[in-house]
């Protein structure tokens, strides 16, 4: 069955100090991925996503992932973070063809705390 | 402005009774998608709709009900609601290969 696994429930980091949020997924086929942040009290947004090509995607707000199929994982980063980025953030995978097109898994959530 | 809109924001009901959540696009979106979002357990597919006429369960359908009769439009039925599921419920809406989806601002629903 199709899971996303991301490893920390709960980051706390100070401002400026770098980001890196794990996600592992398990699928048997050639997936998209999506990273999604949820400030709080509002809807998700997202932040960046990678169906083919280059393996670094960039987003918005200074974001970046790496997909390493090797490994399926596609985890978040961001060389220096702010106090605004304290937030949810969710990493999700889609199969990208048939039935699982549509079929969209979430992870459980990181929450990441930045202190000023 | 380009939008999902769901409705009502927040409802408190009793086991049961049945209820509605609107969802609207106006976007002319193809896909359209329910969610609910629980403490640590992320966001888990509820069902999801291709197109008009075409709905498919997600990870946790059992005890709702959609239906996609126009494109815009893609309500959430709970025929008998019970407790466990309250919760925070998300429409999106997107195209079919998600390149980008847009998520509702939330239905937060407790059943007493």
């Known amino acids: 069955a199709q899971s996303v696994s991301q490893h920390n429930h709960h980051v706390i980091l100070s401002e400026a100090a770098s980001l890196e949020l794990g996600c592992n997924y398990s699928y048997g086929g050639t997936v998209n991925l999506f990273w999604y942040v949820q400030y709080p009290g509002q809807h998700l947004q997202l932040l960046l996503k990678?169906?083919?090509?280059?393996?670094l995607v960039k987003g918005i707000k200074g974001f970046e992932a790496e997909f390493i199929k090797s490994k399926f994982s596609f985890n978040l980063r961001k060389p220096s973070v702010q106090w605004s980025d304290t937030a949810e953030y969710f990493c999700?995978?889609?199969?990208?063809?048939?039935?699982?097109?549509?079929?969209?898994?979430f992870g459980r959530g990181t929450q990441l705390t930045v202190w000023p | 402005e380009a939008q999902v809109t769901q409705n009502p924001r927040y409802l408190i009901t009793v086991t049961g009774k049945k209820l509605t959540v609107t969802c609207s696009q106006n976007m002319n979106h193809e896909y359209m998608s329910w969610y609910r979002q629980d403490p640590g357990l992320g966001l888990r597919q509820i069902y999801y709709s291709m197109n008009v006429e075409v709905t498919d369960k997600g990870d946790v359908p059992e005890g709702y009900k959609v239906s996609r009769k126009e494109k815009r439009n893609f309500p959430l039925i709970l025929e008998s609601p019970s407790p466990n599921q309250t919760s925070l419920y998300f429409c999106?809406?997107?195209?079919?290969?998600?390149?980008?989806?847009?998520f509702g601002p939330g239905t937060r629903l407790l059943v007493l």
């Open positions: 990678y169906f083919s090509g280059d393996p």
């Open positions: 999106a809406s997107g195209n079919p290969r998600q390149e980008t989806q847009y």
């Open positions: 999700a995978v889609m199969g990208d063809r048939g039935s699982t097109l549509g079929r969209l898994y």
